[in-house]
């Protein structure tokens, strides 16, 4: 069963950039897609961006693709998200998912992913 952890969330400022990071455990193959999602206090779950790596292609929200940037080490089981110019409405619990498989359909649907973590905070106040 696949397990994923998170981590390097925290307490930063507006204008710091942040690096958070996905560890996949219990996976059987390489092949897997990876997704990052954020939940805001009161708001729904939402899609931030994700990566299958066969083929080697990228998804992003259009609000936040040029700020947020998704990679990873299929084989070592590591998958990054760095935020750079970070805002207060980037705020949220970051949470990270899995497609076993390896495919995609359209990356911002929960429905595809099939494991998820337990989520990161990542809080930015002045």
């Known amino acids: 069963q696949v397990r994923l952890v998170e981590s390097g969330g925290r307490l930063v400022q507006p204008g710091d950039s942040l690096r958070l990071s996905c560890s996949v455990y219990?996976?059987?193959?390489?092949?897997?897609?990876v997704g990052w999602f954020r939940q805001a206090p009161g708001q729904a779950r939402e899609f931030v961006a994700a990566?299958?790596?066969?083929?080697?292609?990228?998804y992003y929200a259009d609000n936040l693709k040029d700020r947020f940037a998704i990679g990873g080490d299929n084989v070592n089981g590591m998958a990054y998200l760095r935020i750079d110019f970070i805002t207060p409405e980037d705020t949220a619990i970051y949470y990270c998912?899995?497609?076993?498989?390896?495919?995609?359909?359209?990356?911002?649907?929960?429905?595809?992913?099939?494991?998820w973590g337990q989520g990161t905070q990542v809080t930015v106040s002045s």
């Open positions: 990566m299958t790596w066969s083929p080697d292609k990228t």
């Open positions: 998912a899995v497609a076993t498989g390896g495919r995609l359909t359209t990356g911002y649907l929960a429905e595809e992913y099939d494991s």
């Open positions: 219990g996976r059987s193959n390489d092949n897997y897609a």
